[in-house]
């Protein structure tokens, strides 16, 4: 019995997504080249979401190995199938960071103005297997002009992802 209850089923996970990101690719102050580790949780879509096309909820965390903004996030998402194997994933959210909101206290470091902005991501996929997929994705943080400064991450990479 207790094992039913640990299983990620029971729990409304069904799928676990990891990867690494180039830490970003673009913006205006660019942050030092580095490494980004990436891991991501998706739940069932809970009924009261079907009138907008079903969204997996998703709680994930992009950390940065050189010392540069990371942040978690918590986005609803949908995976649209082109064929049976490949698909498009889109989300879209909130992130918490840990970056510079004003002035940054070295070159190279970015602005965000606010600690909390929106996270944005999409993703290329290939199901290897049922259970197994491929992806190369993009995701960005920013505060969309609410706070000033807005200097904005993005972040572009693979990841690998496992369906229960």
């Known amino acids: 019995m207790s094992v039913a209850f640990a299983s990620p089923a029971f729990a409304g996970i069904n799928e676990v997504r ?6 970003d690719i673009a913006g205006p ?9 990436n891991g991501e949780i998706l739940f069932d879509s809970p009924d009261f979401l079907s009138w907008a096309f079903a969204p997996r ?3 994930g965390a992009t950390i940065n190995t050189n010392s540069d903004t990371s942040f978690a996030y918590l986005d609803l998402g949908w995976t649209i199938d082109v064929t049976e194997a490949f698909f498009v994933d ?8 840990n970056g510079e909101l004003d002035g940054s206290s070295a070159a190279g470091e970015n602005s965000y103005g606010c600690r909390a902005n929106f996270h944005e991501s999409i993703s290329l996929g290939y199901r290897v297997s049922p259970a197994w997929s491929v992806m ?4 960005h943080i920013s ?3 609410l706070c000033d400064p807005n200097d904005g991450l993005t972040n572009v990479g693979a990841r690998l992802g496992y369906s229960f």
């Open 18 to 23: 990891g990867g690494f990101y180039a830490h």
């Open 29 to 37: 102050a660019h942050e030092d080249d580095g490494l980004d580790i």
């Open 57 to 59: 909820p998703r709680l």
């Open 90 to 97: 889109l989300s879209v959210g909130g992130a918490v960071h």
């Open 136 to 139: 190369l994705t993009a995701e």
């Open 143 to 145: 505060n969309a002009g």
